[in-house]
C-alpha cells in the first residue's frame, strides 16, 4: 500500500490535493497551454448595477476558499494558500457601440480563454461584465481548472447570481455568509482514503 503523501510545504500552506497535483504538473510541462481555463457567462437579460455586482463577486470570494487560493513551488514541490481577502476586479466593458456587441463580447471572451494562466499567480479567477445594451449584459467568469473543476465554477456563478439579487432588494444589507467546504478539510478527507483498507483495496484493484 501506497502512503498517503507527505510533503514539506511552507508555514501557513497545504498540500495539493491528488487531483490539483495531476493539473499543477500537466500545466508546469506546458504552461503556454490554456487546456485547463473554464469558463462560461451569465446572459442577463436587464440592467445590471455593476458596483452590486463588485460586492456580489467580493462576497462570494469570501465564502469560497477555492477563490482566494494562490498557488507556488518550493524545491519541486507545489504549495496552496489561502488568502485571508482577496480583490477580484470586474472590469464594465460597454460594448453598446459595436456592430454586433453579442459577437464581440464572445470573440473577447475566445481571447481571454486562449490566455495561458499563470499558476503560480492568484487568484486564478476572472470576471468580466459586458454591457450590450441597458437592457442586456453578459458576465464572464474564467477560472483555472487548479482552483476550481467546472461544477464548482457553476457553483460560484449561482452564489454570485443569488447575493446580487439579494443586494439590489436591500443594498445596505449584506447577506450572512454561508461559508464553502475548507480545502484543509478535504485534504485530510483525501488523506484518510489513502491509508485507509478501501483505499488500499483500490490500490490493488488500478495497479492489476
Known sequence: MTDAPHTETPTGTMRLTAAQQGVWFAQRLDPADPAYNIAEYADIRGPVE???LRRAVGHTAAEMEALRTTFGERVGVPFQRVQESTSI?????DLSAEVDPHAEALRRMRL???EPA??????LVRVTL????????LFHQQVHHLALDGYAAVLALSRIAEVYTALVLA?????????AGSLAALIEEEDAYLASEQGAQ???????
Open 50 to 52: 455593476p458596483e452590486l
Open 89 to 93: 476586479s470586474v472590469p464594465w466593458v
Open 112 to 114: 481571454c480563454l486562449a
Open 118 to 123: 499563470d499558476v503560480s499567480a492568484g487568484p
Open 130 to 137: 459586458y454591457r450590450l445594451s441597458p437592457s442586456r449584459h
Open 171 to 179: 443594498p445596505d444589507v449584506l447577506p450572512e455568509l454561508r461559508p
Open 202 to 208: 483500490d490500490e490493488r484493484f488500478w495497479a492489476g
